[in-house]
């Protein structure tokens, strides 16, 4: 069955660094772009960063431009997001979404949680 499993969230401390990973299974990879979303406590859910089927592009929200790199492993099913500089305002439940180049297809991971505090 189609799955999203997300890993690598965790506590760190202002300025500090941490790598989201995606791994995904079920679904041919290639065929969909990859996204993480996140969503702080009583805020709504934000698109952080994009990335189209075989990495051509990439997009970020201006609040992560510059700290946070999205990239894909085609051949490990896997997305990434780099997230350096941290700040307190980073603090978020993270997802991963997939979206099919062609049709109105999306999947959805569970998410993790990234608590920027010191």
């Known amino acids: 069955q189609v799955q999203l499993v997300e890993s690598g969230g965790g506590l760190v401390q202002p300025g500090g660094s941490l790598r989201l990973s995606c791994a995904a299974s079920?679904?041919?990879?290639?065929?969909?772009?990859m996204s993480w979303y996140r969503q702080a406590p009583g805020k709504e859910r934000e698109l952080v960063a994009t990335i189209t089927r075989f990495g051509y592009k990439t997009n970020y929200a201006d609040s992560v431009k510059g700290r946070f790199i999205i990239s894909r492993d085609d051949t490990e099913n896997t997305v990434y997001l780099q997230m350096n500089s941290l700040k307190p305002e980073d603090t978020a439940v993270y997802s991963c979404?997939?979206?099919?180049?062609?049709?109105?297809?999306?999947?959805w991971g569970k998410g993790i949680l990234v608590t920027v505090s010191s």
């Open positions: 979404k997939a979206k099919h180049y062609a049709y109105d297809i999306n999947y």
């Open positions: 079920g679904f041919t990879f290639t065929s969909f772009a």
